[in-house]
């Protein structure tokens, strides 16, 4: 039997240990650290195949959860936190990199495909489902020479690293939108071709 134990799951996409630290699949991961940061969550509890943590942000009883089965397998995770944790879909954002948008932008939508990112694929198989929120940030699509897997498995340039570095930030902003205004406001106040940080 489920138990509700909190209001909202945040979930960060991702792909675990140190190999794929910082590499640009992992951005979900990013997100996520660094919301539990500016928030003193500790994500380091082993369960449900994932790291979780759990506290509250903008007044919301929160869990804050990086799966540990790969990116690919992401969808069994994904599962058990929604049956241990008794949340309804509209109760969780799923947070994941995306190549179809550019760098230093950031996607909020309430529902859709898996729009080609075989985590969210994973997700849709397992649930059953594809009306969960997800935050997509953007990761550039990779030059024509490199395959797309190879791509995102690469770690971030010097550059690049500034720009994601103001862009987790922009996307932390949104995730507690998301949790204090809903998905309409935030979807408004964020989705917008390149938002800076303090905008």
Same mark, same amino acid.
């Given at each position: ?25 992992? #951005?979900? +991961?990013?997100?996520?650290?660094? *919301? ?14 994932? *790291? ?9 009883? @929160? ?12 969808? @069994?995770?994904?599962?058990?936190? +929604? ?13 994941? !990199? !995306?190549?179809? *948008?550019?760098?230093? =932008? ?33 990761? !550039? ?10 791509? #995102?498995?690469?770690? +971030? ?11 987790? @930030? ?8 998301? *949790?204090?205004?809903?998905? !309409?406001? =935030? ?13």
């Amino acid at each position: 039997m489920a138990e509700r134990l909190c209001d909202k799951v945040m979930i960060g996409l991702g792909n675990p240990g140190r190999t794929y630290a910082g590499t640009r699949h992992n #951005v979900g +991961f990013l997100v996520i650290a660094a *919301l539990a940061r500016r928030h003193d969550i500790a994500v380091t509890r082993k369960a449900h195949k994932s *790291l979780v943590g759990s506290g509250l942000i903008c007044g919301t009883r @929160v869990v804050l959860a990086l799966p540990q089965t790969y990116m690919n397998a992401s969808g @069994v995770a994904v599962r058990q936190l +929604f049956a241990h944790y008794g949340v309804t879909q509209d109760g969780v954002l799923v947070i994941c !990199d !995306d190549l179809n *948008l550019p760098q230093g =932008t950031i996607r909020l939508r309430g529902q859709g495909s898996d729009g080609g990112h075989k985590g969210l694929r994973s997700i849709i198989e397992e649930t059953g489902s594809e009306e969960f929120a997800r935050l997509r940030v953007g990761i !550039d699509c990779p030059p024509a020479e490199k395959a797309a897997e190879e791509y #995102v498995l690469e770690p +971030f340039s010097g550059e690049e690293k500034k720009i994601m570095a103001d862009v987790v @930030v922009t996307a932390v902003r949104a995730c507690e939108s998301w *949790l204090e205004h809903g998905i !309409d406001v =935030t979807m408004s106040a964020f989705n917008h071709p390149r938002m800076e940080v303090g905008e």
